[in-house]
């Protein structure tokens, strides 16, 4: 895609659509293990892996974020029973951040969806796996090992939407993916 114009090609119209919530799962894995970058870094730094697929000979149609505007609610966490406001914790500071620093970038449009308090306690998969092989008591639980059950609803559909009118309109010629497939 680099070359185009000299394999005889002429520049194409790119769009990109990236799934936030698996960007963000990869960015933090890859580049942000120790989770220092501030949600403005993180969008600098977004913004400039979706232009380096675009390509120098070719033109941005635009950068499709989908995400969910982060929980601010509040509930008791059940091994502790502490109170916790989510709009208080750093991850809601830093998605509100990244958010908000994508609003301000050209060509960047949100795609936004809500989320689902399904009003449950999960326990994590791996506290369960010590807790069933006997590693583990559940009088040993502690306040990180649960998470509140939420769920990101409308992204699939939005994605699915912006895909078919991008290709059917003739908007673009190339479409670039950032998301995760669950079957």
């Keep these: ?5 000299e394999n005889g090609f002429p520049p194409v119209k790119v769009a990109i659509l990236i799934d936030g919530g698996f960007f963000i799962k990869r960015f933090n894995a890859q580049y942000n293990k120790d989770k220092k970058k501030t949600g403005e870094e993180v969008a600098e730094m977004l913004y400039t892996m979706a232009m380096k697929h675009v390509g120098s000979k070719n033109t941005l149609y635009r950068i499709f974020y989908y995400d969910c505007y982060p929980l601010d609610k509040k509930a008791h ?3 502790t029973k502490k109170a916790i406001d989510f709009s208080k914790t ?3 500071k830093f998605k509100t951040d990244l ?8 060509k960047v449009a949100l795609r936004m969806g809500t989320l689902k308090d399904n009003h449950n306690w999960l326990i994590r998969p791996d506290v369960v796996k010590e807790l069933l092989s006997g590693r583990k008591r559940i009088e040993d639980l502690k306040e990180g090992d649960v998470y509140l ?3 990101q609803k409308g992204i699939d559909m939005k994605i699915g939407t912006d895909i078919t009118s991008l290709a059917l309109k003739g908007f673009v010629d190339t479409i670039v993916l950032f998301l995760t497939l669950t079957v």
């Excluded at 958010?99 to 050209?106: G, S, T």
């Design 77 to 79: 966490n059940p091994i």
């Design 99 to 106: 958010i908000n620093a994508l609003k301000r970038k050209r």
């Design 1 to 5: 895609m680099a070359n185009q114009k």
């Design 149 to 151: 059950d939420l769920k």
């Design 90 to 92: 750093p991850e809601f």
